[in-house]
């Protein structure tokens, strides 16, 4: 490792003019071999310029979605064992005992809380309090993880299905989700949460034979977890369907709550970077962003100063790199040049 | 405004040596008139050096704290005003009819839905319908704005009170805190759930009547919003008790969970941020680091370069501050000094 390093900085650094600065230079990622475990990257595709491929976040939530759905079947398989072994302990009505076991775990863990059937002894009561507070945690696992990836994938479909008529291809269609991201994810859970209340909706007033009020009012009330109970899934096909109805629709609502959120934050935070962008440099400006104090403001310095104006990196950020730039300032001239790391690399051996 | 820029152009710049680069000098902040309304500050008393007070996260949430609460008086006031109306419309065990009115709009908006009162008429079911979707919407507005702000309130008291011993200062204090915020927001939200769940249990027990496991089961399907309904709030004077208890209860068990969620993506953070700052510069990282390609890595060039690789900017970031960068830069030095700012400014007169 230290002769790896050594070589590397007797190579002759690229030193061209300024106008070839954007040119398309491919700049190589090295990254140690000392890098933490978990943070190191899962897939092999990336190729990001220098960031470490640790936070590809593709990579990042293939390998979460995997995880996350292996926690769903354990935490069902161990919820349905533990209800069916405990089946006389809970009373309500009662279909078959695997599927009531299934229904009843489905509907703690998204904490829709019917009533239809309730547990009737300390054994299964307090078994019910500790799989609500897992099931909590696995939803909002689900919901920081997974839910927003299946649902990216689907904002492609989406905006083709938008232009179908304009024939637009495949470039265009990822310039327009990226430039959109939000809004279309927005759009993606809306459609879905609409598919399945209607959906949610005739099936209730078919099999469970609801009107339609009724019907709407056991979707609304199942969706949101509210779960009064006086309206509930009573049927054997009704509640193989609960299991994963109830499942998807409350998570839907839960990712479209989230993504109002993220809409509104995105659109307050636009608002602030075009504001930062376009109001006038003043003299008073280019002396506080002029780090080095040289009095011209770089590319680089321009870049931290309205970065962090857009409150996108905060002063704590800067000072802590700036700590671990003076020490590899080792000759004080204000900047590292490859006789710092040589000085560096002296001074180890 | 035009004349304001043109004198303060013609200011002579500061021009001092590098050994002063970290002298305390207070570099002033000028925000434009234009800024626009709903970022304009609100705090007359923060002073951060650059960064304009519309980022000011306490004046902000403060501001936010108002009209969530104002909200919130506002959701019980109607909720309660139409469920009152409708209170022929809904059936169940009854105690006072404006009581049971303010009881069944918590219930609902907290999505806990006992059950033990139930709309049973058309209007009172959509009513219902339309009061969750809100108050869900009004719970996500109190967790992402204000629970935060009350929680943070409280941190001082918990590292005083552990310190209580040691008799640390108030300036000891600030600078604990400040180093693990997310750690004693999330220790305070523990230490207020368990308050909450005994002071619950507790009171089921003797006002409710309830023997001990289930008024513990009873304040868990509450905390959760889960809600079976077979154990709930049926004397009037639990009904009073309910509607202030269910509203701090459910809203701290969310908050406690997010930051749970939070203490750990700070926790995997901390180990990049770590990670980043700690591995050996090569001169592969020089180059890539070196932004205007003059063989040095400037202390902003390094800044850039490490908060990048710390994932807390983006290339899309760097390319939109740089077009406004090449834009500024007229006489196309690589760098802008104060004779771009006078050529911006006669180009325009």
Redesign the interface.
């Known amino acids: 490792m230290a002769i790896d390093?050594e070589n590397?900085?007797?190579?002759p650094?690229?030193?061209?003019?300024?106008d070839?600065?954007r040119s398309s230079k491919r700049?190589?990622?090295?990254r140690?071999r000392?890098?933490?475990v978990?943070?190191t990257p899962l897939d092999k595709t990336t190729n990001?310029?220098?960031?470490?491929r640790?936070?590809s976040p593709f990579a990042k939530v293939r390998y979460n979605l995997k995880r996350v759905g292996l926690f769903l079947i354990v935490y069902l398989g161990v919820g349905t064992l533990c209800f069916y072994l405990v089946k006389d302990h809970i009373r309500g009505e009662k279909t078959n005992g695997v599927l009531d076991a299934v229904y009843f775990c489905v509907v703690?863990m998204t904490?829709?809380?019917?009533?239809d059937l309730?547990?009737d002894s300390?054994a299964s009561?307090?078994l019910?309090?500790a799989f609500?507070?897992t099931g909590?945690?696995l939803i909002?696992l689900i919901l920081?993880n997974s839910a927003d990836y299946l649902v990216e994938k689907q904002e492609f479909l989406l905006v083709k299905a938008l232009h179908i008529r304009q024939k637009i291809g495949t470039t265009e269609i990822v310039k327009e989700v990226e430039a959109n991201k939000v809004k279309y994810k927005f759009l993606v859970t809306l459609i879905l949460l609409v598919v399945l209340i209607l959906v949610g909706t005739v099936f209730l007033s078919r099999v469970e034979d609801l009107d339609i009020?009724?019907a709407?009012?056991c979707v609304?009330?199942t969706i949101?977890?509210?779960?009064?109970?006086?309206k509930s899934f009573s049927t054997r096909i009704g509640r193989v369907f609960a299991i994963f109805w109830i499942l998807t629709s409350t998570i839907c609502?839960a990712q479209f709550?989230l993504y109002?959120?993220e809409l509104s934050t995105e659109s307050?935070q636009q608002?602030?970077?075009k504001?930062?962008?376009t109001?006038?440099?003043?003299?008073?400006?280019?002396?506080?962003?002029?780090?080095?104090?040289?009095?011209?403001?770089?590319?680089?310095?321009?870049?931290?100063?309205?970065?962090?104006?857009?409150?996108?990196?905060s002063?704590e950020?800067?000072e802590?790199?700036?700590e671990?730039?003076e020490e590899?300032d080792i000759d004080q001239?204000?900047?590292?040049?490859?006789s710092d790391?040589m000085l560096?690399q002296s001074s180890l051996t």
Chains 1, 2 share one sequence.
């Open positions: 390093d590397a900085a007797k190579q650094l690229l030193t061209s003019s300024l070839q600065k700049r190589r990622l090295r140690s000392s890098m933490p978990d943070l990001n310029e220098f960031i470490p640790a936070l703690t904490t829709v809380g019917y009533g309730v547990p300390i009561k307090l019910a309090c609500v507070f909590m945690a909002g920081s009020i009724d709407f009012y609304c009330s949101t977890t509210l779960g009064y109970g006086d609502l709550f109002l959120a307050r608002a602030l970077v504001w930062v962008l109001r006038k440099m003043t003299s008073v400006d280019l002396e506080a962003a002029d780090l080095d104090e040289n009095g011209t403001v770089s590319a680089a310095e321009f870049i931290v100063f309205k970065l962090k104006e857009m409150g996108k990196i002063q950020d800067i802590l790199v700036m671990e730039f590899l001239s204000g900047t590292i040049s490859a790391l560096a």
